[in-house]
């Protein structure tokens, strides 16, 4: 069984940037959000993924993911994936040890920037960054399925 642990974070400021990877820009689409779960297909340069994700609440989450052919997630994402599509720069950054995403989005939800780090226990500990800020892990508003439905610019 695959679990996926991620804790979600707001973020006070720019000062992550001076840490930051070169970043690497990402589409990504919903074919369907049920009740139980989410399928998702993201591209990020030359490579695609096929993602199923539970749809509970909070920082675990039942996930499987399939690397798919690139013309395969770009027919899907333009055909059969609901809109607005998900595009974002995602940058790494390197803390303490652990690493942080940044996704900083484009499209209908330019303006959001969300920090995550993926923990292998609940419990685990780890250095809160000082540019890092309100924790959103159990706000729905804040998974990317939702912000298909409600865009970040319809908040």
């Known amino acids: 069984m695959a679990q996926e642990i991620e804790r ?78 998900i595009e974002k720069v995602r940058y790494e950054v390197a803390w303490h040890g652990d690493v942080w995403e940044i996704d900083v989005f484009e499209g209908d939800n330019a303006g959001l920037v969300v920090a995550e780090i993926e923990l292998e226990d609940p419990q685990q500990q780890f250095t809160l960054p000082p540019w890092v800020g309100e924790e959103v892990s159990d706000d729905p508003r804040y998974y990317n399925v939702c912000l298909v439905k409600h865009p970040f610019s319809q908040w």
């Open 8 to 85: 979600k974070f707001l973020l006070k400021n720019d000062d992550w940037r001076n840490y930051a990877d070169s970043g690497q820009a990402m589409r990504q689409g919903y074919l369907i959000g049920a009740e139980k779960a989410s399928i998702r297909v993201r591209t990020a340069g030359d490579r695609a993924w096929l993602n199923i994700k539970s749809a509970t609440l909070g920082v675990e989450r039942l996930e499987y993911e399939y690397e798919i052919p690139l013309t395969d997630a770009e027919e899907m994402l333009e055909s059969l994936c609901e809109r607005p599509l």
